[in-house]
């Protein structure tokens, strides 16, 4: 695994990290949470294509 590789997947478990201890906390029920865990992925997805599309394109 390079640098750059680790460097990634630490940043990855960080933001898992705080996107599980943030539902978590709120002590919702679970259908409500199901949502927000959903809405999460769509966000990091989000980000991910922007950023991805931005490296492609540059």
Not at 2 to 13: I, K
Not at 30 to 43: E, G, R, T
Request: charged letters at 10%; a positive charge; hydrophobic letters at 65%.
């Amino acid at each position: 695994m390079s640098g750059d590789t680790f460097v990634q997947t630490l940043w990855f478990a960080g933001a898992f990290a705080l996107v599980l201890s943030s539902l978590l906390a709120r002590r919702l029920p679970m259908a409500d949470w199901l949502k927000m865990a959903l809405a999460w992925v769509a966000i990091f997805g989000l980000v991910f294509l922007v950023i991805w599309t931005w490296q492609t394109v540059t």
